[in-house]
């Protein structure tokens, strides 16, 4: 008897032993998938996202009148360090060198060859510049001097918004909104995150969707911050946040729209105060022309923004409880699924909450760098890490 409660005793031990504690990080296959599971506490304290301011980029600094920013809404860099920003009020792409000196303007108002109307996404591909000219349903291909190659058309019946590209830029994905028409009344949208091809922006793959109704949208019946989940595409996988108030949750496709990765990590619900609800509801108010009332619920989505660096990490940036977090903003970095330490991330002003954050400004980590777009003050931060 004595025996039999000996190797009981040491099994115990054993299976104990190969249990993970709650406090680490452990990894699991589910149907497929593979589950990142992290606890709150850094696997990596070395790890850091030192941003070193170098210099802006505004009119007032300008020289040349053509430089001067009207609605910069995208920008990208070119593998010699050069920036090329768009500028949708301006109808054409603003070039930099890589000190932040303006070189030329690419492309002109106009629906001619070579021309732009109401352009909202660029991007690289291919050492081609390629303007999405939303306006006249035209992809314009340049050299990176500037000449113009030639035009393709692109599909109008879906519209590309929040359009983003892979570091590699071999990469896009966007949000395609699409009308699905209904006899006798107004038509619901077809909202979703799409794969996009580069070559033509038509969509490869459908990851999300959902139908939603424009009049509950345009009464406030729909919190909008339900609508617009936080993704980002690497060079290998499409990272979309569950956009959940309640777990901190990423999902990870590849470019064929299949769920390879999940990534958890330890989260608490954070409840708005209500001075900030209250401003919150006021500034998007004023911004969003022709809506009824603006709906937002009682807690923060887990995750405000994500982004990939020059090191293959993912970089999520959480929305912050202001009761806790006074000192500002903050970014968790992660590395193949695994968390390996919150760093500071104060370029970001915390009171840009929620849809807010897209509408005042951006980030982009381009090349080496990152650009921190402010579309209020029509300046771009430039900072390297």
């Not at 500037?146 to 590699?168: A, E, P």
Request: aromatic share 10%; hydrophobic share 35%.
């Amino acid at each position: 008897m004595k025996k039999i409660l000996l190797a009981v005793t040491v099994t115990a031990i054993i299976l104990s032993s190969c249990v993970k504690s709650p406090d680490e990080y452990r990894k699991e296959e589910v149907r497929g998938v593979t589950v990142h599971i992290n606890p709150e506490i850094p696997s990596d304290p070395s790890a850091e996202l030192d941003l070193r301011f170098l210099f802006s980029i505004k009119s007032e600094n300008q020289t040349d009148t053509a430089a001067y920013f009207k609605n910069p809404v995208s920008l990208t860099e070119g593998r010699d360090g050069s920036l090329y920003v768009l500028d949708v009020t301006a109808m054409n792409v603003k070039k930099f060198d890589r000190d932040g000196n303006f070189v030329r303007t690419i492309g002109r108002p106009g629906q001619g060859p070579g021309e732009l109307f109401y352009p909202t996404f660029l991007y690289i591909n291919n050492d081609t510049l390629n303007v999405m000219s939303s306006g006249a349903g035209r992809l314009s291909k340049y050299s990176l001097d500037g000449n113009h190659l030639y035009d393709k058309t692109i599909n109008q019946n879906v519209q590309l918004q929040m359009t983003k590209v892979s570091r590699d830029n071999k990469r896009i994905a966007s949000y395609a909104v699409s009308q699905i028409q209904k006899e006798g009344d107004m038509p619901d949208l077809d909202f979703g995150i799409g794969i996009i091809s580069p070559d033509d922006l038509s969509i490869s793959h459908s990851v999300t969707s959902r139908v939603i109704s424009i009049q509950d949208m345009m009464s406030g019946k729909i919190d909008f911050n339900d609508l617009v989940a936080p993704f980002v595409p690497g060079n290998d996988l499409l990272y979309i946040s569950e956009n959940s108030d309640s777990h901190y949750r990423i999902y990870g496709y590849d470019y064929d729209g299949n769920r390879k990765v999940e990534i958890r990590k330890a989260f608490q619900n954070i409840r708005y105060n209500e001075e900030e609800k209250a401003a919150y509801i006021e500034e998007m108010k004023r911004m969003s022309r022709g809506v009824q009332d603006i709906r937002v619920g009682n807690f923060k989505k887990a995750i405000g923004s994500m982004h990939t660096d020059k090191y293959g990490r993912l970089l999520v940036i959480p929305n912050v409880d202001r009761n806790i977090d006074e000192e500002g903003v903050y970014v968790d970095i992660f590395k193949d699924g695994k968390f390996l330490n919150r760093a500071d991330y104060n370029i970001r002003d915390k009171e840009n909450i929620g849809l807010l954050s897209l509408m005042r400004g951006q980030e982009f980590f381009s090349g080496d760098r990152m650009y921190v777009l402010n579309m209020e003050e029509l300046k771009i931060d430039v900072y390297e890490y």
